[in-house]
Every structure is written in C-alpha cells, then in structure tokens.
C-alpha cells in the first residue's frame, strides 16, 4: 500500500471476491446436487439451494455405491485411493530420502551415472509411456493390485533433488562431528539429518498425497477387478453408463467424498502445502 | 556444490541407492527404450508377427490429417488454457497483494482447486454445462445460446479449456503471489514519489521484476496443459465429439489402447517425449538466465 485510492481498494476486494466466487461457484452447485433426490435432477435445470436428502444421498453412496452401474460401495473406493496415496507419499519419501543420502554422502564409482539416470525421470511422465509401461507392470503380474498401484509412480526426480539440495546445505560441521563421536552413516542419517528434515518431509508429504490421491490414467489401466478401483475412476466408470442418463444426485455426492481428503489436506495444512509446493519447483 | 565429509563404506551406498535406480530402471528407462523400439516395428494387434520398419510408423503419422489435426488442437488448448489461467492468476495475485486486510483469506479460498483431480474438476463443469439439466446451460439458454458439447466440437474444447483453467489459476496465485511479495517494497515506493501510477508501476517495474516467475509459470502450464490434462478430456468428452477434443496424449491412449495400434501408439509416445524433454532442457536453459530486466 503506496498511496491512499479508495476507489483501488474497493475494485481489488470486489475482484478478489468475484474469483472466489468463481472459484467456489462449481463446488457450491455440485454440493447442492447431492442434497436432492434423484427425480429433481432428472429434467429442467439443477436447483440452485440444497434439498432434504444429504445424508440419505451420502449414506447410499458409501454402504453400497452405484449398483446400476455395476460399481462397488464407494467407501471402499476411498479406502483404496487412501491406500495407493500413502503408498505413493511414503514410498517416495522414503526411496528419494536415502538415493539422496547415498549421493551426497559418500563417493563411489558410477555416481555420477546413478544421478544422472535419476535426473531423466524428471522428463519422462507416465503419460507419454503407458503402452509399455502397462506391459511391464503386466508382465510382473503386478495388475490390480496396490504394488502396481503405487510402486511404478514411485520413482521421483523432484524428491531426490529436494531433498539433495536440502542435504547440501546442512553443515559440513555436522557430518564431521558426528564422525568424531565415531557415529556411522546410518546413525547420522537417523539421529541427525532425519531430525533435521522434518518439515521439509512434511512439505512434501502434503503434496505427493494430493498428487497420488488424485492419480487417474495409471490406475485406469491397472485396475479392471473393481475392487481395486480408486474414487477419482470410479466416479469416470459411473458416468459412463450406457443409454441412460447418468444418476447425478449419487455421483455428485461421490465427486465432493472425492475431493474432500485432498482439499481437507490443502486447507489444513496451507503453510505446509505452500511451502512443499514453492519449493518442489525450484 | 560437493560434501568434503564424506563417509566411508562400498556396500552401503550401493544399498542405499539400490531401491530408487531399480524402478527407475524397470519402470522407466526400460519401457521408454520400448517404447523407442517399438516405434521401429510394424505389429498386429495380438503380438503374432512383427515387422522391422525403420521409420514408416513416424511417416503414417505425419502424413495422418487426423494426427495433424491433434497436434493443432493440442497447440491451440494449451496455449489458451495458459494464457486463461497465468491472466486471471496474475489478476488475482496483484490484486491480494495490495490489499491489507484479508490477504490470507482470500488465499484460502482460492487456493484449494489445486488439490481437485483433473478429472474431477471435469466432472464439476461438465455438470453445470450438461445439455440437459445444467445450471450454466440454462443461463445460455436464457441468453440466447443452445449449448450442446454432446454435439457442438466448439462447446466440447470451450469446455475442457474452462475446467483445465479453473483448475490451474490456484497454482499460478500462489506462485504469483509469492513473487510479487518478493519485489522490495522500495523500488515500488520510489516509482510512487516519482510520481508514477499504479498502472505505470505495474507497467514498468512490477511485471518486468516478475518475468522469471512468469517464464516459469509459463513451461509449467504447458507440460499440464500437454500431459496432466488427460483426466479431464477422458472423463468428459473421451476426445469426441468428432475427435474435437482429442488431444496429443489421450490419442496415444486411444491408439494405443482401444485402438490397438502399438507401433503407431509408440511412435506418438516418442514425439512426446521429445516434446517433454525439448521443453525441460529449454526451461533449464533459460530459467538461470534471469529473462528480461
């Protein structure tokens, strides 16, 4: 704030509230559709203020899901996301954690090498190659199952580098006390990096349970037994119902029980995510 | 930058990195040098035969309209979905920045679209624009417009562009914001008692001083754009109507996948890992290099 514009302030507060109005509009409808019964979704226009049937709505969905469209209780839908999410977050923390230690810790021969096949992953999504990526998980036998699930997205670039960079940037002091008092390597990384990277890991916790809760193509492939089905596909394979209109008060209730862990996890731990995220992408 | 302090020992590094090099080698390195193979070959649906082709997969492709047509709409996506959502993003950015009060607040409630699914956020817009009950088709109606995705190739990209976009202006905020909180208050002062504007200062110090996060943010939403929008496309429009929404990456599923075409698949896989690794190595060039001021 330089100078005293009234009329400045005011145009920025209106157009703030307008973005979150925006920003709000879809889940405000999508929520108010999950409230209804299903006939007041069937013609016309969706109603714009909650109905009578919010509990009832997310009742049905969760204890038995859509049978119509063949699909399974979305609670355990969930359960299944929660699971290949902390598998991806956790696994991935601690895969990057210790290739970061081994980098930075010690010198051996083909270390370089090591980096630099790591550093590729960093270009190589897993959209630009599922063909034989599928075939790979397909010929481990790993199809529906969580290890397929999670194990192939698990491998990360960014992780190693945060935490390399992080490492670097820890003491020299420290490293050679620790090796004085005749501590091994295990030891430090236990009793003194570790400690000291805790809100790093934290940050970056945050953000790889958003980026596997909300994992799509992968498990679209390697889940044809339902029972493995996450939420985010399970609500594609109820919209896809064949030659009728798809039940909407159900699926709208599935699409906020979708969102709501990940957004939960957003708003709870903003400072946490802001940091994970600004940092990631350094 | 290197450690002096090292520690000694052959195996442990050996272990220690053992768990990260071997899924990058099974489900990395080994299915993009597949996928390369297989780009070479010519093979039928059921894996019976195959054919050493050179780069006849590569050449079908680019002389394949539809394969063209792809390329221009994904070109054409991406950039307006960029262009939506670094806009609206650097709108609302400078704008929490100068407020005093409730900076964090509106933070709040503008970040969370971030940690929606792709392909949730599609689901989200696909029911207020549907054809029949949707709240915003209604409005159209209202206003005169018969809005149809189910139909209209128009609508379809119109729709997946607001949905990417919605989705994407979280993230540029933030980023925005955090680089307009990093500008030194002094410069912009200066400007002021120098008599300049607010749109003056913008203009002239502001914008430029946010280049790199710009340039950044600008890559950032390509690759999204490119790759993570996949979820949306699939679950709304599956590339219809009339392939108006088949975009680069959900044509390598399709092919690949429905379509069972394995060494065509390959063949766009590669060209997008060419694209991925043209726009890494162009953002690792160019980032260092603080863009214009």
Redesign the interface.
Known sequence: MIERRPWLNVLSHFVLCAGVLVTALPIWITFVASTHPADSLMSGRAPLWPGAHLFENYATVLDSGLRAAGSVPVGMMMWNSLIMALMIAVGKIVISIIAAFGIVYFRFPLRRTCFWLIFVTLMLPVEVRILPTFGVVASLEMLNSYWGLSVPLIASATATFLFRQFFLTVPEELAEAARIDGAGPLKFLFDILLPLSRTNIAALFVILFIFGWNQYLWPLLVTTDESFYTIVVGIQRMLAVDDAEPAWHLIMATTMLAMLPPVLVVICMQRLFIKGLIEQEK | ?E?????S??W???L??A???T??????????S??LY?SVLLEDAFGLSRKFVWLDNFRILFADPLYLDSFGRTAFFSSVTAALSLG?AL??AV??D???K?TAL????????????????G??????F?P????L??LLRFLGYQWNHYLNGTDAMALIILAAS?KQ???NF??FL?GLQAIPRSL??AA?IDGAG?FKRFRTIIFPLLSPTTF?LLV?NIVYAF??T??IV???TSGGPAQATTIL?YK??SD??IGLD?GG??AQ?VI??AV??AL?VFQFRYIERKVAY
């Open positions: 930058m450690k002096r302090v090292v520690f020992g052959r442990v590094p050996v220690l990195l768990p990260q090099v899924i990058t080698l099974v489900f990395f390195i080994w299915p993009a597949q996928a297989q609206l709108v609302l704008m929490a100068r407020v005093i409730g509106y933070r709040t409630f503008l970040i969370w679209p971030y940690a929606v699914a792709p392909a949730v956020a689901v989200l817009w696909f029911f207020m549907n029949s009950i949707g709240t088709t209604y919605w202006v979280s993230y933030l980023f955090a912009v002062e002021a607010p950044f950032v790759f993570d996949f979820g699939h679950a709304i990456v390598v599923y690949g996948f394995l698949s390959a896989s997008l890992m991925v690794i890494t």
